[in-house]
């Protein structure tokens, strides 16, 4: 079993920076991708960034002002937002797309529970 924790939401005032974090928990041998996606009020979930073991690759609306990272040691991923905007404001959802269990399996597709970040004056 795979778990996923968030952290690092808030509000914030338009401009300023938040660093979100993604602990990921469970019987893991490795994990290949992981990334960040977001919901805002009345939309669909929509992907932000992710990271494997060679590129990174993000979203044209956050290109520039995001940045994903991962220390692996830690097994926790990270999104770095700066310069933020309104329309940043959604449910951020930590996301691991691929991960080699210390039983030897791939398995796919685990989530967070989110973390709310609002941007506001």
């Known amino acids: 079993q795979v778990q996923l924790v968030e952290s690092g939401g808030g509000l914030v005032q338009p401009g300023g920076s938040l660093r979100l974090s993604c602990e990921v928990s469970?019987?893991?041998?490795?994990?290949?991708?992981m990334g960040w996606y977001r919901q805002g009020p009345g939309k669909q979930r929509e992907l932000v960034a992710n990271?494997?073991?060679?590129?990174?690759n993000y979203a044209d609306s956050v290109k520039g002002r995001f940045t994903i990272s991962r220390d692996s040691a830690k097994n926790t991923l990270y999104l770095q937002m700066n310069s933020l905007k309104a329309e940043d404001t959604g449910v951020y959802y930590c996301?691991?797309?691929?991960?080699?269990?210390?039983?030897?399996?791939?398995?796919?597709?685990?989530w967070g529970q989110g973390t709310q970040v609002t941007v506001s004056s």
């Open positions: 996301n691991v797309q691929k991960v080699l269990t210390i039983a030897g399996r791939w398995e796919y597709d685990f």
């Open positions: 469970g019987s893991i041998f490795s994990i290949a991708d």
């Open positions: 990271i494997t073991s060679s590129a990174t």
